[in-house]
Structure formats: C-alpha cells, structure tokens
C-alpha cells in the first residue's frame, strides 16, 4: 500500500516535471520577442527585427527587399519598425530569408499574403518552406511555420536586382541544406562599403555531422561556407541574430546614423574562424 502511494506519488512529480518542461521548451527566448527600434544599418539597408531575431529591409525606389521575419506574430513589429523609418510593409516586392529555421520563417506567408510579395529561396530551403519545416533534416517531422510558396529559386552568384539595388545571392549551407548569405556595396560619403548578410555556420545541438549525419553531404556543406566566409571582402556585416554580430555593443536605442556604425571586417573573421574551430572539435569528437 505504501508503495502504491509512493509510486503514485513520484509519477505525479514526475508529470508535473514532464509538464513544467514542455512548456518551457516551447516559450521562445524574451530576446526573440522582444521588440527593438528600427534602425539604419549603412546605406539602404535597414534593421526591422526584434530585439535579436533580425529582420532586414533593403530599399529601393521600385519596391524593398525584406530578409526573414521572426515568430509568428512578428508582422505588426515589422510593420511598425518600417513605418517609424518611413518605409510601408506594403511596398516590400521580395521576400528572402537566410535559413529556413521557424524562427526566422514564421510571419513570411503573413507577409506574403499582405504585401503580394513574391518570396525567392534557394533551392533546398524553398523545400523547407514550402512544407512549413516538415522536411527539414533536423527539427523536421512536423510542421514547424506556416508554408509559404516559392516563386524563384535563387542560387550561388545570381543577381537579385530591384530598383538601383544589386544584392548578390552567396550559399552558405550547413547550418540549413539551403543557407544563405547576400552581398551588396553600398556608397556612403565618397567611400565603397563591401556589405554582408551573412548567415553563421552555427550547429544547432543535436545535430551530426560525419557519423550519422543529419543530412548527406552536411560536413562538406559546413566547410565550404567556412571557406568561403574566410576569404570574403567584408566591412560591415550582419546576421540572422543581432547577439551573433554584436548589434547591441555597436548600436544603442536612439544612436544618430554613422556609416561606420558596422564596420567590423575583424569581428567578422573571429566569428567565422571561432565557429569553425567548434566544427573542427565536433568532427574530430564524433569520429572519436
Ligand atoms: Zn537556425
């Protein structure tokens, strides 16, 4: 009898745990929500993200470029944070997104649906897209965000030009199959500023990548992007979160605009170089 209760009992704990952590899995980080003032990056290229999942507009007379989202519920930010620089949700014409990961995906059908917008992916994120994250090789198995339909597939060097904008479509996969990285110049004072969108090689946990790797080919995919962002012309780069590229160190609330707010080509490398040696260290762990 006694041991009857005591089972009853610790399989009550035990589902209260179960319960207490479920719930907390599924609360998003306050960094993910909460909100952030829009801001001007360098030139035409605009922050409209919250306060660490980052958004990023790139204007134009034509129409504007729009790059990612956050959660689901992150339109009227976005919206806002146009608005408070000026610019209307309604105009944006190309949707892109740097990683087909729920946090960055969420709000895009949304968007979709408000604005017309035609969304353009790589081709191994457009999968994941298409199918609100069901097929993604690591979080996959459920849908994840609403889907969104791909109207072009972009890859390595194409062009993306709206207006007087050139931004040029670098593949950066490994953290997703379809991971990618823009890149434009921006003229600002009589000076060029090499510009970079770029997604970081970060490895979700969980995930493997030469014994049983969460995709076939995912440790190549990684290697090529380390290489490719080592030898990249930077001056000032960004990336799908403000935390990975230092946006609160550079930019305070309110900070008047400087063109040289974001120029890092060093934090750049050491970002790179510190991500890879993590990749190195998994390899080397996993083949042990
Ligand atoms: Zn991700």
Avoid at 130 to 143: I, L, R, T
Avoid at 238 to 258: I, N, T
């Amino acid at each position: 009898m006694t041991c009857d209760i005591r089972r009853f009992v610790t399989l009550g704990v035990l589902l209260v745990l179960l319960i207490v952590t479920a719930s907390a899995a599924a609360q998003p980080p306050d960094r993910w929500t909460r909100p952030f003032e829009g801001h001007r990056v360098i030139g035409n290229l605009y922050a409209v993200g919250t306060y660490d999942l980052a958004v990023f507009l790139i204007t134009s007379d034509e129409g504007h470029i729009l790059i990612n989202t956050g959660l689901e519920d992150s339109t009227a930010l976005i919206r806002d944070n146009m608005n408070s620089l000026g610019f209307e949700l309604d105009d944006v014409e190309i949707l892109l997104t740097m990683q087909a990961h729920w946090d960055h995906t969420a709000a895009l059908a949304e968007i979709k649906e408000i604005t017309g917008a035609e969304m353009w992916a790589t081709e191994g994120d457009a999968r994941v897209l298409e199918d609100g994250g069901f097929s993604d090789p690591h979080f996959g198995g459920e849908e994840s965000f609403p889907p969104v339909s791909v109207e072009k597939i972009i890859a390595e060097g194409d062009v993306i030009e709206l207006g007087d904008t050139r931004l040029t479509v670098m593949e950066t996969p490994g953290h997703t199959e379809g991971s990618s990285s823009y890149l434009m110049k921006v003229t600002e004072g009589g000076r060029d500023y090499d510009v970079a969108i770029a997604n970081m090689a970060t490895i979700n946990p969980g995930k493997q990548l030469v014994v049983d790797p969460t995709y076939l080919g995912v440790a190549d995919d990684f290697a090529e992007t380390f290489s490719k962002q080592r030898a990249l012309d930077v001056a000032v780069w960004v990336s799908a979160h403000g935390s990975q590229y230092g946006l609160h160190d550079k930019y305070e609330r309110g900070q008047a605009y400087h063109p040289d707010t974001f120029v890092d080509p060093e934090g750049f490398l050491a970002t790179v170089e510190r991500l890879e040696s993590l990749y190195l260290e998994q390899v080397e762990a996993e083949r042990r």
